[in-house]
């Protein structure tokens, strides 16, 4: 048996051989594939565990679509035959062999059918009471469905209900024998006794005219070489996955309500490298480096996360502004999820006030001890002191201004030296009534500023209307080999008296005085800069 060989194929080959095979029950996706690594060669999508995963009862209260979707994830998750037990076809002829097309088309090897009613009941449910479909009207369905099938190798195996119903060995026989005669590819002899005492009367009787099936649920103790040497086809166990794991998810579930922490569970269950493992994330890994463009971001970032804050008062009593939550997260959080999912992960934080609470983990870390009494630049400098890891295009921007990758991404794109992104609804922070770095451009932001290219003139918390283009956001790029000449920039102006307390604004002022073109991007939101507690409660809505 070959897993190129297809399912159909390998099905009819399980059930026609000589020997005794087994079919495991799946329920899903990742039971199929728990099956298959056990060594299975076939699995049974029963009624019962299908329904029971859907959290309703095995009386055709899921759909039969609903079945099918399911279905369609355990054939993509393995590579085993799959039989469905698709109890009494889910209706009359016209039904079957609908269902039969659309399971062919899903990858599904074969189907069995009972002969009772739609909808059906479980057969363990009060067996007796359950009403038998008529012998010709159920051969009718085995016709419509061995016709409807496409590929010569799908099966279609008939279930005898007569010994659950209570009916004897004769009214079993009279309808395998009606089933064989209408095409069935097998017989499913199903019984709720303790003892295979019917299955194995009706095998006896029956003998090798078709192959017989059987689900030992309530003979689970009869030795398998019993149904070995009586001939059976297969045996399926029809449900202990699920069962198996319902024990485990109770202890669980029950274990963490009474407890309250992992601690007690975490070494009786199965890691997260686990289900990784079972879902193929290896495979998606391989696909990645043969499908996916190289993206490799070898730029860091700088983040200025000296100052306290006090204008968030109590809230920087303990920790520094970047340390703030908002929605149960630090600003920094914030800040690097935002550059991690631009690709960035090489971050510098430089840190003055209280360092010790700043330890995320991850991070490079800067200190500027002389916080107080030092500018921005000051802690520029000892960022970009920092050895890091190699870098390529540096970003820098504040501890406290959270914003959306996009922001980056923006950065980026254009490939001049130095590039920053400036707020075009300045307006917006000029009526919260607070300093911000107005910036005045070679134009201002009009729609045909995005083919254009604006550079920036000034930066200056003191420009006006009509002067005023936007706002700087913070945020600066610059390119690798423009690195060493920020460097030098950097190291010249804190060498004066006044670089010790300069901002940055003082720095792109410098560079535009140096002669260096500083590139502008028009954006409009998308960022907050965080300096009240009126910024910390809008940020919770903005992150
Ligand atoms: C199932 O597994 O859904 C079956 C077998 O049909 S039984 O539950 O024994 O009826
Ligand atoms: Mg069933």
């Known amino acids: 048996m070959t897993a190129t060989e297809r399912r159909t194929t390998r099905f009819r080959r399980l059930l026609q051989g000589p020997e005794l095979e087994f079919l495991l029950e799946a329920h899903n996706g990742i039971s199929a594939r728990i099956a298959e690594e056990a060594g299975f060669r076939g699995l049974w999508a029963g009624g019962l565990c299908l329904s029971a995963q859907y959290g309703v009862r095995d009386s055709n209260e899921a759909s039969w679509t609903q079945v099918l979707e399911m279905l369609e994830f355990m054939a993509d998750a393995t590579t085993l035959p799959i039989l469905l037990d698709g109890d009494t076809g889910y209706g009359n002829f016209n039904n079957v062999r609908r269902l039969v097309r659309k399971l062919e088309e899903r990858g599904v090897a074969a189907v069995c059918i009972e002969d009772k009613l739609y909808p059906k009941t479980n057969s363990f449910i009060g067996g007796e009471r359950q009403q038998l479909a008529e012998i010709d009207e159920f051969c009718s369905r085995i016709r419509a469905g061995k016709d409807a099938q496409r590929d010569d190798d799908f099966c279609l195996i008939t279930r005898i209900e007569a010994f659950i119903a209570g009916w004897g060995l004769g009214e079993a026989l009279r309808r395998a024998e009606a089933y064989h005669a209408a095409g069935s590819d097998g017989i499913l002899i199903h019984s709720a006794l303790a003892t295979p005492r019917e299955v194995l009367a009706f095998k006896r009787e029956w003998g090798d005219r078709s192959p017989v099936l059987i689900v030992p649920t309530k003979y689970y103790s009869t030795p398998t070489d019993v149904f070995r040497e009586a001939g ?69 970032a700088i983040v200025l996360a000296a100052s306290r804050g006090s204008a968030l008062g109590e809230l920087t009593a303990d920790r520094p502004k970047t340390m703030v939550e908002v929605r149960g997260q630090p600003l920094l959080a914030h800040i690097v999820t935002a550059y991690n999912a631009a690709g960035l992960k090489n971050l510098t934080v430089v840190r003055g006030y209280l360092p010790a609470a700043v330890a995320l983990p991850g991070l490079h870390y800067a200190d500027n001890a002389e916080y107080e009494d030092t500018g921005e630049l000051w802690s520029l400098a000892r960022g970009l002191e920092h050895p890091g890891e190699a870098g390529g295009d540096l970003y820098v921007s504040y501890g406290d201004v959270i914003f959306r990758r996009y922001i980056i991404d923006l950065l980026a794109e254009p490939a001049d030296d130095f590039v920053i992104v400036v707020d075009a609804d300045w307006r917006e922070s000029a009526n919260r009534g607070r300093g911000a770095d107005y910036v005045r451009c070679s134009e201002g932001h009009s729609r045909q500023a995005y083919y254009r290219e604006i550079w920036l003139e000034r930066c200056d918390p003191g420009i006006a209307e009509p002067e005023c283009h936007g706002e700087w956001m913070g945020f600066l790029r610059v390119r690798a080999g423009a ?61």
């Open 232 to 300: 059976f086809s297969i045996a399926i166990w029809a449900n202990h996955l699920l069962r198996a794991a319902i024990p485990a998810m109770q202890a669980c579930a029950a274990t963490l309500a009474r407890e309250q922490t992992l601690l007690s569970v975490e070494d009786r269950i199965a890691p997260v490298a686990e289900i990784f493992r079972l879902q193929g994330a290896s495979e998606l890994e391989a696909a990645e480096e043969r499908y996916l463009p190289r993206r490799e971001r070898n730029d860091r």
């Open 483 to 543: 690195v060493p000449r920020l460097g030098e920039l950097v190291a010249a102006m804190i060498a004066e008296p006044s670089g010790r307390r300069a901002g940055l604004s003082e720095l792109l002022n410098r560079m535009v005085a140096a002669g260096e073109k500083v590139r502008v991007i028009y954006t409009t939101g998308h960022w907050l800069d965080v300096d009240s507690v009126a910024d910390v409660l809008a940020a919770g809505r903005f992150a």
